[in-house]
């Protein structure tokens, strides 16, 4: 059963680090496209980030410059690096796996940035 687990969140102050982990139990994770979207209350779940499997790395304007997003296949293990975080950050985390055939989300892990 394809499972999809993150961690690392945490509470942290303005100007503040996390890495947060996202480790997939399915097969052939190299050949998956990975991503990180956030959703803050009230608001729509959006996009952060996103690695092919070929490398290839996407950002939203709002994180450019401040996270970073990394994969390591050997580990079925994507990573998101965050620097530099703001209040607007505050939101659950999630990290999602598409194949050709499905999209697989993991169950969040919350991100708390205080000013």
């Known amino acids: 059963q394809e499972q999809l687990v993150e961690s690392g969140g945490d509470l942290v102050q303005a100007g503040g680090s996390l890495r947060l982990s996202c480790v997939v139990s399915?097969?052939?994770?190299?050949?998956?496209?990975m991503g990180w979207h956030r959703q803050a209350p009230g608001k729509q779940r959006e996009l952060v980030a996103f690695?092919?499997?070929?490398?290839?790395?996407n950002y939203a304007d709002s994180v450019k410059g401040r996270f970073t997003i990394s994969r390591d296949n050997a580990r079925n293990a994507v990573y998101l690096q965050m620097n530099s975080l703001k209040p607007e950050d505050t939101a659950v985390y999630y990290c999602?796996?598409?194949?050709?055939?499905?999209?697989?989300w993991g169950q969040g892990t919350q991100v708390t940035v205080s000013s």
């Open positions: 999602r796996r598409t194949t050709p055939l499905y999209v697989y």
């Open positions: 399915g097969s052939m994770f190299s050949r998956s496209t």
């Open positions: 690695i092919t499997s070929s490398g290839i790395t």
